[in-house]
């Protein structure tokens, strides 16, 4: 099992960087695939990125590519992501998630959420 905290979010003007972090607990975290999600005002929680276990290999949603980039260290059990060029349509809840393997279906562990703002 693994327990998941994001931080990193806050209000930002057009244009604005964040990064957002997600510390994990466990000493097998360099086992979860893990992944963003975000939850927009009044709509469904929407893929944003995921990075394999090995960190080999990442995925993004075609809205943020070119933007966001999903990094992950293993050795401090943290995973990221890069937020650049961030738009209003950003806005959002933001979650990591962790799946227990590259192939599993679904994600198991989600975080608490940090709060990303864009304002135009």
């Known amino acids: 099992q693994v327990q998941l905290v994001e931080s990193g979010g806050g209000l930002v003007q057009a244009g604005d960087s964040l990064r957002l972090s997600c510390a994990a607990s466990?000493?097998?975290?360099?086992?979860?695939?893990m992944g963003w999600f975000r939850q927009p005002p009044g709509k469904e929680r929407e893929f944003v990125a995921s990075?394999?276990?090995?960190?080999?290999?990442?995925y993004y949603a075609d809205s943020v590519k070119g933007r966001f980039t999903i990094s992950r260290d293993n050795a401090k059990n943290t995973v990221y992501l890069q937020m650049n060029s961030l738009k209003p349509e950003d806005t959002a809840v933001y979650y990591c998630?962790?799946?227990?393997?590259?192939?599993?279906?679904?994600?198991?562990?989600w975080g608490q959420g940090t709060q990303v703002t864009v304002s135009s």
């Open positions: 990075i394999r276990a090995s960190g080999s290999l990442t």
């Open positions: 998630g962790a799946r227990n393997s590259d192939f599993a279906p679904r994600y198991d562990y």
């Open positions: 466990g000493r097998t975290f360099s086992r979860y695939a």
